[in-house]
């Protein structure tokens, strides 16, 4: 076994703890309070003895921009004395931008394209000279978009320039024959065209059959029984789905702002099976807002596997976005109604978990996206309910069985009031899933439903090691579990799962993790000014969780949890030591290493105040 990966598991280290059964409230409870929630680090990594601020079980809030699954919000107890928690809500997102801009015609002057404005009266530089002069230092390195694809579309802007351009014959140096090869192996799905687009600003754009659905609903909701008689054959007769399997599969839960496309693409090479888009609202999706057709975007290696999260409050959107999705986007495994975003903004509107307390609006919405989607299958993500102590998903789950044709219902197993306090609730998800089952075989004789496939069952949360995952997925009534924070903190999840043991990364190996992440930004956001400066920002927030992860080697006991705090800890070497910083100008400097200098006007602010801690 190399030094690189030692497996705290494994009879190399055979210190590693028994693994015990999670203890009960009463249990807990008995617990000394100045222990609770503390990740407890060998004496000899311990920093100083500053008190840890204690995150309980009540008090570790996690909330996302849009999505249910995409926050931290968790005070490390590295700072100030004071709980920082909640959100940066007014953080200022600023890009940085060149001096001198070249004209768009001159990227590639090769191509020799036309400039529409012309050079007299274009706002940006057609002289190439001038722009050379005035741009940024190059980075050191080779493009990695150069270095994947053999041509770099960045062309004269690209920050690594040096690497692919001949300066004495002043033109770019193109590998033609790779670049044709990567187009096959190495390229990106779901993208619409210009006249697509247009085609939904100016309100052009055909919906014949969500005309049709959203008539019967509205009949339906206003009570309209005569026409309401075309339901049944509505919802039971919608085009053949594609089967969705999700037994088994290794399933990264939808993230906003986190879970965009280089990280996804990161997700699969370490072993993920599933991913999901960020969410989109529909009504910007309908409109053709250029922001939110940039979310169903997904790299060649997601699919099969790959599904988009939406979510609204009304079954027009619901019918309208399945529509354009499913003749838009063929490379898409699924359409998922996210059900059980808790923040506040989606909850008002009556959308994310808002639609929990009104289950007869969530199942018109399913069921007209179930008829729009094509040969797209529907699913929907839910939670337990909107209020503690107040679990309506058992009663829920046996309303989507027998009304909806949905193909698959995740559960997190929290309240909306809960967030991401207390842990989920893994025996509440197996109750619900042993409901779903008993009420599918209750149905096994419905003529209409011969053509129903099983309906899959995934529980969500907290899961954040091999153990959580197989304890999960070895009751008979969970098909799959769904990994949210888990796979930002510790990528490697997957792994740990496939090879059924804790595998404690090295330092250089979580850097090589970082410099992939990069690498996949890069190839998708560009290399050019713009491009570098997302990547940066993107790399930043994806740090804003990865430095969270304690080694296993510096701990007195594993496994930990979520919300369980380390106390002030070094590394077994500098570089673990950086890795785990909570200050986001360390997370600068990581992007350094990849990114080049990030410059005077590059402006990161945590998204989250538990993450705003600066080092004195």
């Known amino acids: 076994m190399s030094e690189e990966t030692k497996r705290p598991g494994s009879p190399e280290n055979t210190g590693a703890p028994e693994l015990k059964k999670p203890k009960t409230s009463a249990e807990v409870e008995s617990v000394p309070r100045e222990t609770r929630g503390i990740a407890h680090v060998k004496k000899e990594y311990i920093v ?21 699954d995409g926050g931290n919000g968790k005070g490390k107890g590295k700072g100030k004395g004071k709980k920082q928690r909640g959100q940066n809500k007014n953080r200022e997102i600023k890009q940085n931008q060149e001096k001198v801009q070249l004209c768009q015609s001159l990227v590639d002057p090769e191509l020799e394209k036309v400039c529409k404005f012309g050079a007299e009266t274009c706002r940006f530089t057609h002289d190439l000279g001038v722009y050379l002069e005035a741009k940024e230092k190059d980075i050191e390195g080779v493009c990695p978009v150069f270095n994947a694809l053999g041509y770099c579309p960045a062309g004269m802007k690209c920050r690594f320039l040096h690497s692919h351009y001949d300066g004495e014959g002043k033109k770019l140096i193109k590998d033609l024959t790779k ?42 909701q206003e009570d309209n029984k005569d026409n309401a008689n075309e339901y049944v054959e509505t919802r039971f007769f919608a085009a ?123 199942i018109r919405i399913l069921n007209s996206m179930n008829y729009c989607s094509g040969e797209i299958p529907t699913t929907v993500k839910i939670r337990m309910g909107t209020r503690d102590n107040h679990p309506i998903a058992h009663n829920l789950v046996k309303r989507l069985v027998k009304e909806t044709q949905t193909a698959a219902i995740t559960l997190h197993g929290r309240s909306r009031q809960q967030r991401y306090t207390k842990e989920a609730n893994w025996d509440y998800i197996a109750e619900v899933g042993q409901v779903l089952k008993e009420t599918e075989q209750e149905l096994e004789d419905d003529k209409d439903r011969r053509d129903f496939q099983k309906i899959n069952f995934v529980g969500n949360g907290d899961c954040y090691n091999f153990n959580d995952w197989y304890k999960a997925v070895e009751n008979p009534y969970i098909d799959s579990v769904m990994v949210a924070r888990g796979a930002l903190i510790k990528p ?57 992860y304690i080694p296993y080697g510096i701990l007195e006991k594993y496994p930990i949890k979520l919300n369980e705090r380390p106390e002030n800890w070094k590394g077994r070497d500098d570089l673990e030591t950086l890795l785990g910083s909570n200050d986001y100008k360390d997370w600068i400097k990581i992007s350094e290493m990849f990114l080049g200098p990030a410059g005077e006007n590059f402006n990161f602010t945590p998204k989250h105040k538990s993450s705003s801690y600066e080092k004195k």
């Open 48 to 68: 100083d003895s500053r008190p840890v601020e204690v995150i309980d079980d009540d008090s570790a809030e996690a909330a996302g921009d849009r999505n249910d």
């Open 179 to 220: 670049y044709e090869e990567a187009k096959l192996s190495n390229h990106e799905l779901n993208h619409i065209t210009n006249e697509e687009k247009l085609s939904l600003i100016k309100k052009k754009f055909d919906f014949p059959l969500s005309d049709a659905v959203v008539k019967i609903m509205d009949d339906i």
């Open 240 to 362: 053949e789905k594609k089967k969705l399997d999700l037994v088994g599969k290794k399933i990264v839960s939808p993230l906003t702002t986190v879970g965009n496309l280089p990280y996804r693409r990161l997700m699969r090479t370490l072993g993920a099976d599933v991913t999901y888009s960020e969410m989109a609202l529909t009504l910007p999706l309908i409109q053709g807002t250029n922001s939110e057709w940039a979310l169903p975007k997904a790299h060649c290696s997601e699919y099969p596997g790959f599904g988009v999260q939406i979510a609204t409050s009304k079954h027009w959107q619901g019918a309208k976005s399945a529509e354009i999705v499913s003749k838009l986007c063929p490379s898409v495994s699924e359409l998922n109604l996210n059900s059980g975003c808790p923040i506040d903004l989606l909850y008002r509107q009556g959308s994310g978990s808002g639609l929990l307390d009104q289950p007869a609006r969530l």
């Open 492 to 548: 490697w999840i997957f792994e740990e799962i496939e090879a059924q043991q804790y595998l404690d990364k090295s330092s250089i190996e979580r850097l090589e993790i970082v410099k992939t992440y990069a690498d996949f930004a890069m190839q998708h956001w560009g290399t050019d000014e713009y491009g570098i400066a997302l990547s940066r920002r993107f790399l930043c927030e994806f740090l804003s969780f990865f430095h969270r």
